[in-house]
């Protein structure tokens, strides 16, 4: 199925929003944006603890540096740059895919910490 199709399905649109991918150069602070469909978010909450926290660190800015560094196209060489995903457009109903294993070593990450009942995207268990 055509990606312009699988936006049209009940699931894309209940389900469905989009990413935001920036890279700004730390050089010349062009931004470079690319948006993604999304279902579901897939966080990391082995090492942060709590469903709040894992979302913070999931929009968390990377600095892309050393071997990471980002080719600008304004300035055409590898320059230091910053990363940073965000929600540009949130689904009416928000998946969130908590990894909670280390696949290397089948740790679990324990008990999941709870969201605040008011929080502006994501809404607890009533
Ligand atoms: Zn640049």
Same mark, same amino acid.
């Given at each position: =199925?055509?990606?312009?199709? !699988?936006?049209?399905?009940?699931v894309?649109?209940i389900? $469905? $929003?989009?990413?935001?991918?920036? *890279? +700004?150069?730390?050089?010349?602070?062009?931004?470079?944006?690319?948006?993604d469909?999304?279902?579901? =978010?897939?966080v990391?909450? =082995? &090492?942060? /603890?709590? #469903?709040?926290?894992a !979302? @913070?660190?999931? #929009?968390?800015p990377?600095r892309?540096?050393?071997?990471?560094?980002?080719?600008?196209?304004?300035?055409?060489v590898k +320059?230091p @740059?910053?990363?940073?995903?965000? #929600?540009?457009?949130?689904?009416?109903?928000?998946? *969130? &895919?908590?990894?909670?294993?280390?696949? =290397?070593?089948? @740790?679990? $990450?324990?008990?999941? $910490?709870?969201?605040?009942?008011?929080? /502006?995207?994501?809404?607890?268990?009533?």
């Amino acid at each position: =199925m055509d990606p312009r199709s !699988l936006e049209t399905t009940l699931v894309h649109q209940i389900f $469905g $929003g989009y990413l935001r991918s920036q *890279v +700004v150069c730390l050089r010349c602070q062009r931004p470079s944006n690319t948006y993604d469909e999304f279902l579901d =978010m897939s966080v990391d909450i =082995m &090492h942060a /603890g709590s #469903v709040q926290r894992a !979302l @913070a660190d999931f #929009v968390r800015p990377e600095r892309l540096d050393g071997d990471n560094r980002y080719h600008c196209e304004r300035c055409r060489v590898k +320059v230091p @740059a910053l990363k940073r995903l965000t #929600v540009h457009e949130a689904p009416n109903v928000l998946t *969130v &895919h908590l990894k909670r294993f280390d696949p =290397m070593n089948f @740790a679990s $990450g324990g008990k999941i $910490g709870m969201l605040p009942r008011r929080h /502006g995207l994501v809404s607890g268990p009533c």
